[in-house]
């Protein structure tokens, strides 16, 4: 359910998508070019689909219900007409965005082109109509101005291959709720974003008036506050295990103003030097939550540069690992760090995607800061013999039992409904073990080049050396289980 004040504002409105069948090549839409002050825009709803023996009672009656001197009612009354909406199906529900002048809390409804009634403008607010697929109409080459809400819906449309699969799609919907983009900026300009989309949530947060100033991109060394006690700094590491690069936190008490740094990341001196900037007082402690190269190495030089301690768990295991890494401390599970008065973290053992795996929780503002351990928009790599399957699954359950309102990821943005998240998270990783189990049961006495074609044939060939790790993380697990076994290589199901 939307808040009232999302709604504030917002007139009722609704619109038609006129769709017909193109001979052997799927559908059309019927797009309209409306008068814009700043330009012509396109739009895929018109209601201007009218009989030839109406269309002069109809025309009397067009520019007074366009100036709101008459209503469709008052025209229906008058001609003695029923609307006919059994072929009207609900596909879509948008509202403008907060910020906006002028705001509609629109319905959109698919419906096929009535037998014997052709769409014309009326050369006021309808300068001109075309029919058009719905990749015709997003192909750039078409040179179409789209509103962000016309874009998002015939995308949409380009699932379906006639008007009765599109009809049918609607009819089958539980419900259609209602979608609120949210404007935002990024480095290129203004922009906005979508429920689904990577930073909604956090633009929401941080954003919640819609003035467009929260941030929808990364970009490293920007310093992005989350809170009051919480500021982001991305580092300049982009790449395919890391995103957009590898966040470091900063977590503070705004009463003592001195702060502590989660995860340097790299030993990058430009991304230690906008650490340093970001901090809004000195920084007296620095914490790791695990050793792999693009968290640690940074802990080193910044606290040469801060003379801050280094509290983190020293690597279980070589390989991949930050073997340089000596910490002034290795925090317990359980402990209570207090940065002051009102701010205080408490360190769990996470265990899983690495063996000494942290994650800190900011007690006041229920934030998980969970380093790799849950990573926004894709799956944690769980690469044996540090990472374990079965320890990150009982991981995921203990966060779960956690009072949570947030996450803060090593890598992407703030992740909102952290409880359906990990639920997710478990549930993704059960159905793949299925496949696993399946597999075996398909290749007897299999390799792990054999197996990952048949347990990952969703996962891009290019990917599957990264995925023949966690698959082995998976084997493991089945073997501790008694469930599979491994003889010289070969894996094989346990009946």
């Avoid at 700043?38 to 109809?58: E, N």
């Avoid at 503070?252 to 790299?266: I, K, L, Q, S, Y």
């Avoid at 800190?360 to 690469?383: C, K, N, S, W, Y």
């Amino acid at each position: 359910m939307d808040s009232p004040d999302v709604l504030a504002g917002a007139r009722q409105a609704a619109s038609v998508i006129v769709l017909r069948d193109r001979a052997g090549e799927g559908i059309e839409v019927l797009m309209l070019r409306r008068a814009e002050r700043d330009g012509d825009a396109w739009s895929v709803f018109a209601l201007d689909a009218t009989a030839d023996q109406l269309a002069r009672a109809y025309a009397d009656w067009r520019g007074p219900m366009q100036r709101g001197e008459r209503t469709l009612a008052a025209m229906c009354e008058a001609l003695a007409l029923r609307l006919d909406l059994r072929g009207w199906e609900l596909i879509s529900h948008w509202l403008t965005p907060l910020g906006n002048a002028r705001r509609f809390d629109t319905r959109f409804f698919v419906a096929r082109e009535p037998d014997g009634q052709r769409a014309v403008a009326d050369l006021g607010e309808a300068q001109q109509v075309m029919w058009l697929s719905p990749r015709e109409a997003l192909d750039p080459a078409t040179a179409l101005k789209l509103v962000p809400v016309t874009r998002e819906v015939l995308t949409l449309l380009t699932r379906f291959r006639s008007v009765d699969d599109a009809l049918a799609y609607a009819r089958a919907l539980p419900a259609v709720d209602r979608i609120l983009p949210r404007r935002t900026r990024t480095t290129a300009g203004a922009s906005f974003v979508l429920p689904g989309d990577a930073a909604h949530d956090e633009v929401a947060h941080l954003d919640p008036a819609g003035d467009g100033r929260a941030w929808s991109d990364l970009l490293a060394g920007r310093a992005v506050q989350l809170s009051a006690r919480l500021i982001r700094v991305t580092a300049p590491n982009a790449g395919l295990m890391t995103g957009a690069g590898t966040n470091s936190y900063l977590v503070g008490d705004p009463e003592v103003n001195r702060w502590t740094v989660v995860d340097p990341g790299e030993d990058d001196d430009a991304h230690l030097d906008a650490l340093v900037r970001a901090a809004p007082g000195p920084i007296e402690r620095i914490l790791v939550t695990h050793t792999h190269p693009d968290h640690s190495p940074g802990a080193a030089p910044l606290a040469r540069r801060t003379g801050a301690p280094v509290l983190g768990m020293r690597p279980r295991h070589v390989e991949h690992q930050d073997t340089a890494f000596a910490p002034d401390a290795e925090p317990a599970h359980g402990d209570v760090i207090t940065l002051g008065p009102s701010t205080t973290l408490r360190v769990l053992h996470t265990p899983g995607h690495a063996s000494n795996h942290l994650s800190f929780l900011l007690v006041e503002e229920r934030t998980l800061l969970a380093g790799d351990h849950v990573m926004q928009g894709g799956t944690v790599i769980i690469d044996p013999p540090d990472g374990d399957m079965a320890a990150y699954l009982a991981s995921l359950e203990a966060m779960r039992a956690l009072e949570l309102d947030w996450i803060a990821p090593g890598h992407g943005f703030l992740i909102a409904r952290p409880d359906a998240v990990l639920q997710g998270i478990i549930r993704h990783r059960l159905e793949r073990e299925a496949k696993v189990i399946a597999a075996l049961g398909t290749v007897a006495d299999a390799t792990l080049e054999q197996l990952v074609a048949v347990a990952y044939a969703d996962t891009p060939r290019a990917l599957y050396p990264l995925a023949q790790r966690s698959l082995l993380a998976h084997l493991l697990k089945l073997e501790r289980e008694g469930r599979a076994r491994c003889a010289d290589e070969l894996w094989s199901v346990v009946a």
